[in-house]
């Protein structure tokens, strides 16, 4: 057999790198402005309620309504081809971000950061199903889980630091910019490949399961069920406490953003990092 590069054995390390940099993305962009949520009210002379709505449903309807769809299309068109495609777009739409002129024009540009990274995660996941058998997928997922913690580590301090030296526009630009060079790289050097659980004469393109046939299979599964409404009801507190936290410190003690977003994220960043490699390991 021709030694391609998804045949070799430092490939499946090489994707996992690829995709550890995407997650550091992905959770930098969709959570740079909790840091800026007090430049961004100021500049753009926006009240408490519609910057909930910009940093909770304007990102969050789009990002939940369209997962599943995204996944589909990862299933069909082929997973890297679709993460290519949806970081190039949520990265995109963060340096738009910056050029918000008002609500309406954030709040679009949430939305587009919540259509691409959508499709961000279920792609990222099946891809490293495709490269990982299941006695080492809970550290290889322990390892995105990781990089998302660094990125919103890096965007608590790194958009705070940026909002204070050159202000919150620049921060969404440097954001977004890195992504849309990342997407290339992840088109042109991840390739598709048959899972890792799958026997070696399976075929490559196993036919579609009917959605409703999947939401079946999952409603029988009493416990699945528990713990997607547990972790909903468990989101409402937690989200709702880190959107706002920055703010409240700002308000609260006069501080800039550089200086909560640093304090921040030393704070949150290791506990989290801990707890993700933690749950992997101990889950293989």
Not at 89 to 113: E, Y
Not at 241 to 259: D, E, K, V
Request: charged share 10%; hydrophobic share 50%; aromatic share 10%.
């Amino acid at each position: 057999m021709q030694n391609t590069p998804s045949t070799r054995s430092w490939y499946p390390g090489y994707v996992l790198t690829v995709l550890g940099l995407v997650s550091i993305l992905n959770y930098y962009d969709r959570n740079l402005i909790t840091i800026l949520v007090e430049p961004i009210k100021r500049d753009l002379h926006l009240s408490d309620s519609r910057i909930g709505l910009l940093s909770g449903i304007g990102f969050a309807l789009m990002y939940s309504l369209l997962g599943i769809p995204m996944a589909r299309l990862a299933d069909r068109h082929g997973r890297a081809k679709v993460l290519a495609c949806t970081l190039a777009v949520w990265s995109l739409m963060t340096v738009l971000s910056g050029r918000a002129v008002n609500f309406t024009t954030m709040l679009l540009a949430r939305v587009g950061v919540g259509v691409g990274e959508a499709g961000g995660l279920p792609a990222t996941h099946a891809i490293v199903a495709d490269y990982f058998a299941a006695v080492n997928r809970g550290k290889a997922l322990s390892v995105i889980g990781i990089c998302g913690a660094l990125g919103i580590s890096l965007a608590l301090a790194g958009g705070g630091l940026i909002s204070d030296w050159r202000g919150w526009r620049v921060a969404f630009y440097l954001g977004g910019l890195p992504g849309l060079a990342l997407s290339i790289l992840v088109l042109f050097t991840v390739g598709e490949r048959k899972s890792a659980n799958l026997p070696a004469s399976a075929p490559q393109s196993p036919p579609t399961i009917k959605l409703r046939t999947v939401f079946a299979a999952l409603w029988r599964r009493r416990s699945y069920v528990h713990l997607c409404i547990g972790l909903g009801i468990a989101a409402i507190g937690a989200y709702g406490q880190f959107a706002w936290t920055p703010a409240f410190l700002m308000r609260s003690y006069n501080l800039s953003a550089g200086r909560v977003g640093s304090y921040y994220s030393v704070a949150v960043g290791p506990a989290t990092i801990a707890a993700v490699f933690l749950g992997g390991a101990l889950n293989d």
